[in-house]
């Protein structure tokens, strides 16, 4: 009787798990599930429908293949993070050819694509539009370069399908021979569109009438995001655009108040933001303000002034981005009548385009108002020129939904009202249960090896981490190591730390996969690195370099910047890479040990 239990017991979970795994979509809960047993695996293997790669040279095409054959959903990111802030070379790497290659040779299901900061080709491109283009639904190419419009033609012309075309924030070379002829290939292929996003992008050769004819094409076209290109001359598109419900970009390039009453945007937006718009043209947002529940301000030209009177008039807001010029007078506004908030990104704001009145600062007055009107806060990074270990705790007191928190200090301030912010950052972790992710970046002074001992002790669900500035002494990072035990990628900048407490910490902090470090007590051989040595690791070096930027937005005068040497260390099942840019050294532990 007991044999015969065990028999039905076993076939019984096999079905059941084959009818269940579809439903289980969540990364971490189908990557629990396939340890359970083989059977459960390569049940995994067959149904597991989008994987997310953090890191192109974590694994392989080919070992990707042999996993999940069956993939319909990909998405995978190339350099890291700090690329986004110039701090990694150009030529560092992340090349999507070998992944194209095996998509068009392998993955034959494979419907939705999100390449982000990689380098991508227009041979890869059209590659890609010649083997997947009947089946391909979605595109993106996120803060991507080395591609020009020649290589988008090949997508929009071959790829009719395409639910979503995604390229904003890439560096993309417009060829000087042709006027928009991608946009129009989309405009005359395409009937099925929903999202379109060019946005922060220099694609300015494109034809007004082509975004008007993919507005009447394409009923279900919801989402569009476009580089700068006078509104005046996106009248039609409106008007056709009736499903509309994003709406980005634009400029308006007119100083004449009465040229742009005319603007009707449409009636169903309800996520919005216009570049460079000013206080003249503000009224054109007015009679949709109540149906908003996103604003993008980053772009426009606004003072604290003009952010109230926007955001007064906006009550069902929950997604806020915008820049420190919003003051902490414009965060008390919106905590007063924004109380449905779950998004607010702070960036800062550019001191030379004059927009900061007085008021233009924000500071623990903005963020204590905040943690107390809006309550559903999950998300908040926010740069300041003043702290207090008090604005913190409030933090901790009432955000109890928060998931994301990131805080940068301004150097523009001689004088911080209270530091170091040992005691807030401790009662902010304490209090936000839910944070998985989370940035301090201060100045030296800003916490000390004490407070250090507290992010570690009081981050048990955090996964990701930046630090900038904080800690004194190896001590504090080693007692720091002793926590986090859900930590995954480690990020710092400006550190104190010696290679030999870097190595440590590695070790010590069990769930580590990602380390990248910018500022450190450096060796000069990179020998004490070695203590972090294992299989499956890599470790690269970048050494101190000086870099050429642009000393203003806006100039072509640049300044040189000394960039200190850089760590990055990563898991990775395919080994070290074989495509390193004379910037980038690999440290080889068997090679150093027998030198």
């Known amino acids: 009787m007991e044999d015969r239990s065990v028999k039905v017991n076993t076939g019984m979970s096999d079905v059941v798990a084959g009818c269940v795994m579809p439903y289980i979509v969540d990364a971490k809960d189908r990557e629990a599930v396939s340890l359970v047993c083989r059977r459960w695996y390569e049940l995994d293997a067959l149904t597991r429908e989008h994987v ?11 070992r990707l293949r042999r996993r999940f054959s069956q993939l319909k959903s990909l998405k995978l990111k190339g350099k890291p993070r700090a690329a986004m802030f110039n701090l990694i070379p150009e030529d560092w790497g992340g090349f999507v050819t070998p992944w194209v290659e095996e998509i068009a040779e392998s993955f034959k299901s494979l419907k939705h694509l999100h390449f982000r900061r990689m380098i991508v080709w227009d041979s890869d491109l059209e590659l890609l539009a010649r083997s997947r283009g009947r089946e391909l639904l979605s595109l993106k ?8 419009t020649q290589g988008l033609v090949h997508i ?10 995604f390229l904003e924030e890439s560096l993309i070379i417009e060829n000087e021979d042709e006027r928009g002829e991608w946009l129009h290939e989309l405009a005359i292929n395409n009937t099925v569109l929903e999202t379109l996003n060019f946005y922060m992008t220099d694609l300015g050769r494109i034809k007004f ?6 507005a009447r094409n394409c009923p279900s076209l919801t989402s569009v995001k476009i580089s700068d290109c006078e509104i005046l001359d996106l009248l039609g598109f409106f008007r056709y655009a009736t499903a509309l419900e994003e709406f980005c970009g634009g400029a308006f390039n007119d100083q004449s108040e009465e040229k742009y009453s005319v603007v009707s945007l449409p009636r169903k937006l309800s996520r919005l933001g216009l570049t460079m718009m000013g206080r003249n043209e503000m009224p054109i947002v007015f009679p949709l303000a109540p149906l908003l529940v996103k604003l993008d301000l980053l772009y426009a030209l606004l003072d604290t002034e003009d952010h109230c009177t926007l955001i007064q008039k906006c009550p069902n807001l929950r997604v806020l981005e915008t820049r420190n010029v919003i003051g902490d007078r414009g965060l008390e506004v919106l ?3 924004c109380k449905k908030l779950r998004r607010l990104r702070i960036e800062r704001g550019a001191d030379e385009q004059e927009m900061e009145d007085e008021d233009g600062v924000v500071s623990q007055r903005g963020l204590m108002a905040i943690a107390q009107g809006c309550l559903e806060l999950e998300y908040l990074a926010v740069y300041v020129s003043d702290i207090t270990n008090t604005s913190l705790e409030c933090i901790g007191t009432h955000s109890k939904n928060l998931t994301d928190f990131r805080l ?7 004088i911080v009202s209270d530091l170091p912010l040992d005691n807030g950052v401790r009662a902010l972790l304490r209090g936000c249960q839910k944070l998985r992710r989370f940035a301090l970046y201060l100045r030296p002074g800003g916490l000390t090896d004490k407070g250090l001992f507290y992010v570690g ?33 480690l990020e710092m900048r400006g550190c104190c730390f010696s290679e030999r407490a870097l190595a440590n910490a590695v070790m010590q902090l069990p769930s580590l996969r990602y380390l990248w470090v910018q500022g450190y007590r450096g060796s000069g051989t990179g020998h004490d690195l070695l203590a972090m040595a294992r299989p499956y690791w890599n470790i690269e070096l970048i050494p101190p370099r000086r870099v050429d930027v642009s000393d203003q937005i ?7 910047v000394e960039h200190p040497a850089h760590i990055l260390a990563y898991y990775s099942l395919a080994g070290p890479r074989t495509d390193f840019p004379d910037s980038v050294y690999p440290l080889d532990p068997e090679s150093m040990i027998n030198a």
């Open 554 to 560: 806006g100039e072509a005068e640049t300044v040189v």
């Open 52 to 62: 997310t790669i953090a890191l192109c040279y974590t694994t392989s095409p080919e």
């Open 156 to 165: 929009t012309r071959n790829c009719r399908e395409l639910r979503t075309l």
């Open 408 to 414: 940068v200090l301004l150097d523009r301030e001689e």
């Open 141 to 148: 190419l996120d803060k991507c370069s080395g591609f020009s």
């Open 457 to 489: 002790q009081y981050s048990p669900n955090v996964r990701w981490m930046l630090l900038g500035y904080v800690g004194e002494t190896d001590t504090g990072l080693e007692h720091f190591s002793r926590g986090c035990p859900s930590l995954q990628k």
């Open 335 to 337: 905590a007063q009548n």
């Open 209 to 214: 009438e082509d975004l008007e004819h993919i």
